[in-house]
């Protein structure tokens, strides 16, 4: 284990941090009316980053095994073309996160105050992490990128298992000083909340477009290559 290893995951860590789960999300949630529930907050940033943490595991210690179980599987063309559809789909509903609509927020805002108050308020906020950990698998790039380093690295299973427990501490530690901040000085904390909430709703609409835009390019592009469809244009 090296310095560059745990600088490289350090990095990779805080850009994960700004994700919609581990930012966006937290930062909804502490604008909520009300005194905060520090509790059930930590509790849901303690779930994404469980979620994380096993999906890491999984990833370093069973991505070969699971390659090998699945052979040749993924070249089928069925599945191809499958994955074509995916990604042209994806790239069709990019277009409707351009940033011109404007956004609808009451059905949400309702949706946040039964996830912050009430006493079903810790099952709506484990589901709610639950949900944003998988909504962000398919595009969680930095963090894939920290588990081919530990991949790579050599480093033995104890090490792995606390590397990526560190990382995925680095990950929600944003969203923990907010947090902090909120509790302990609200009246300083809430307009620099209010501004990032601004614009969240402002901008994660084109950025969300954006992302799903060029994953469905990609997605299909690498579809069509491997089923030859290009070089069929191309002639």
């Given at each position: 284990m090296t310095i560059a290893l745990l600088l490289s995951l350090a990095g990779l860590a805080l850009i994960d941090s700004t994700s919609i789960g581990t930012l966006f999300i937290p930062v909804w949630l502490l604008l909520a009316p009300g005194p905060v529930n520090a509790r059930r907050i930590l509790g849901y940033l303690a779930t994404i980053a469980a979620f994380y943490l096993a999906v890491g595991l999984l990833l370093v210690w069973g991505?070969?095994?699971?390659a090998d179980a699945l052979g040749g599987a993924l070249d089928n063309r069925g599945v191809l073309w499958a994955q074509l559809v995916l990604g042209v789909a994806m790239l069709a509903l990019s277009f409707r996160?351009?940033?011109k609509r404007r956004p609808r927020t009451g059905?949400?805002?309702?949706?946040?105050d039964r996830a912050?108050?009430?006493d079903s308020s810790a099952r709506w906020l484990v589901g709610l992490a639950l949900l944003a950990a998988l909504a962000e698998v398919a595009t969680m790039l930095p963090?894939?990128?920290a588990v081919?380093?530990?991949?790579?690295?050599g480093v033995g299973p104890a090490t792995v298992v606390a590397l990526l427990a560190g990382y995925c501490l680095v990950m929600v530690?944003?969203?923990?000083v907010l947090l902090g901040a909120r509790v302990a000085r609200p009246t300083l904390v809430e307009p620099v909340l209010a501004r990032l909430n601004t614009w969240i709703v402002t901008k994660a609409g084109s950025a969300l477009g954006w992302i799903l835009g060029i994953a469905g390019f990609l997605i299909a592009r690498d579809a069509a290559a491997r089923l030859e469809l290009i070089d069929l244009i191309g002639r």
């Open positions: 991505g070969s095994r699971l996160y351009d940033g059905g949400v805002l309702r949706w946040r912050t108050a009430g963090y894939l990128g081919g380093l530990l991949a790579t690295s530690l944003p969203a923990v």
